[in-house]
């Protein structure tokens, strides 16, 4: 069974490959440029635009990242369990049921 998170679980990417778990990155926004969590912009990074006076945003993880990951797991007959931000806090959740 793999283990399914997205960049909101908290714990450091290296700990997450390590555990060969599979990492659904948000996406972040500063001033109209788009990064992926944890893969192009860290939370050292994020801090420290925040201090500098910007207002970082985050988006929920596409659709279709979900589907791919997925639809992949399911073609290689692996089950997996996903452990996903709160549904009160984010859309994420929403897109990984649909």
Do not use: W
């Not at 714990?11 to 969590?37: A, F, G, Q, R, T």
């Not at 970082?56 to 979900?66: A, G, H, I």
């Not at 073609?75 to 996903?82: C, F, I, P």
């Not at 859309?91 to 649909?98: D, E, R």
């Amino acid at each position: 069974m793999k283990l399914i998170v997205d960049s909101a679980c908290d714990l450091s990417l290296s700990y997450l490959e390590e555990h060969n778990v599979i990492v659904v990155p948000l996406s972040v926004i500063v001033e109209d440029k788009e990064y992926m969590d944890m893969f192009e912009i860290k939370n050292d990074q994020i801090y420290a635009l925040i201090k500098e006076g910007k207002h970082p945003r985050t988006s929920q993880v596409p659709l279709d990242k979900f589907d791919t990951e997925f639809r992949e797991l399911a073609a290689e007959g692996e089950s997996a369990l996903y452990i996903a931000l709160s549904s009160d806090l984010s859309g994420t959740y929403q897109a990984a049921v649909l």
